[in-house]
């Protein structure tokens, strides 16, 4: 579990306030993700970085913005969120193979619980 | 398109008893399928991979899954369960020829087990 770590492990935040969710991985690997778990829903892919450059964006509103400043860490900045944003955000890293041989795991870290209020 | 089921929202069975957690897929080529498990309060853990090869995968805590092509099906299952396998547990897929990370995970199954 120490390989992907995330902070903070729970946040309570304002619709008008503006946070960050900080992930980090101690694996040695070069891709990173956020992903969102909402009860009885299944896992939403949000973003992806390779090599700390974005390389999937699924449709995810401008209020949720990721920032990859190297491939240790990855931050999700949030901004005037709505109260169907709450949810478990999970972090996942991965070594990205070459293309025939995408076998690849995903390592999740614990997730931060955000609440909207 | 891909797609992922998991056919049982919940699974009950006695400590001691074999349990089984169900998963069908839909991919357009050859699929990679992963098992994953979420403990209360915590991120997914990695159980298991099919990737070539044995049909049959052994992964951690006594878990194996068996791959079936002709029915799509990657089965979860333990010969005998334990109270501390309560969770719920995620089955996911990726196309081989897929864009990097592009996993479909289904909606879960929470698998309680009674001592």
């Known amino acids: 579990e120490t390989g992907v770590t995330q902070t903070p492990r729970h946040l309570v935040m304002g619709m008008t306030n503006k946070k960050s969710l900080k992930c980090e991985q101690h694996l040695g690997h070069n891709a990173m993700y956020w992903y969102k778990q909402s009860a009885k829903k299944p896992l939403e892919l949000m973003f992806v970085y390779s090599l700390e450059e974005r390389v999937e964006n699924n449709s995810v509103p401008s209020r949720f913005s990721p920032e990859c400043p190297n491939s240790s860490h990855l931050f999700l900045h949030l901004h005037t969120l709505q109260p169907e944003d709450s949810a478990l955000y999970l972090c996942a890293s991965s070594q990205d193979p070459p293309l025939r041989e995408r076998t690849d795991t995903q390592y999740f870290g614990p997730g931060t619980r955000l609440t909207v209020l | 398109a891909q797609s992922v089921a998991q056919p049982e929202d919940q699974v009950n069975v006695a400590e001691g008893n074999p349990l089984t957690v169900k998963c069908t897929y839909s991919?357009?080529?050859?699929?990679?399928l992963f098992w994953y498990v979420q403990y209360p309060n915590r991120g997914l853990q990695f159980l298991l991979k099919?990737?070539?090869?044995?049909?049959l995968v052994k992964g951690s805590y006594g878990f194996e899954a068996e791959f079936n092509k002709s029915q799509t099906s990657f089965h979860l299952k333990k010969p005998s369960a334990l109270v501390s396998d309560s969770a719920l547990y995620f089955c996911?897929?990726?196309?081989?020829?897929?864009?990097?990370?592009?996993?479909?995970f289904g909606r879960g199954t929470q698998l309680t087990v009674w001592p």
């Open positions: 099919y990737i070539t090869g044995d049909n």
């Open positions: 996911a897929v990726r196309d081989r020829g897929s864009t990097l990370g592009r996993l479909y």
């Open positions: 991919v357009s080529g050859n699929p990679y």
